[in-house]
């Protein structure tokens, strides 16, 4: 069955860095959208960044865009989120996600609040003032 695992969360300080790493398994990786997404206590979850395995091509949210960045590698069935110049608001519990989204979905959907159709245990971010 699909399995996604993610790692990399932490605290950090305002204006650091962190990278998340999401394994993914169970499926052929080049078939599903990817994308991070995160949740804060009292708020709704957010579609932070996707990309699609077959071309690479990605999206954001605009609270994070020319600040994070999302990869992959595709040998490792890895995707990556770089997170830079972190805020306190930024502060939330990441989620990686994966639903068979073709291109132009994927870089939309989730972003519109649809929910994709599996997801890892979530990894915790916390940015300190």
């Known amino acids: 069955q699909v399995q996604l695992v993610e790692s990399g969360g932490g605290l950090v300080q305002a204006g650091g860095s962190l990278r998340l790493s999401c394994a993914a398994s169970?499926?052929?990786?080049?078939?599903?959208?990817m994308g991070w997404f995160r949740q804060a206590p009292g708020k709704e979850r957010e579609g932070v960044a996707t990309?699609?395995?077959?071309?690479?091509?990605?999206n954001y949210a605009d609270s994070v865009k020319g600040r994070f960045t999302i990869s992959q590698d595709n040998a490792k069935s890895t995707v990556y989120l770089q997170m830079n110049s972190l805020k306190t608001e930024d502060t939330a519990m990441y989620y990686c996600?994966?639903?068979?989204?073709?291109?132009?979905?994927?870089?939309?959907?989730?972003?519109?609040?649809?929910?994709?159709?599996?997801w890892g245990q979530g990894t915790q971010v916390t940015v300190s003032s």
């Open positions: 996600e994966a639903d068979s989204y073709a291109v132009l979905d994927c870089l939309g959907v989730g972003f519109r609040g649809a929910k994709f159709g599996y």
């Open positions: 169970g499926y052929t990786y080049s078939r599903y959208c």
């Open positions: 990309i699609h395995p077959a071309g690479g091509s990605t």
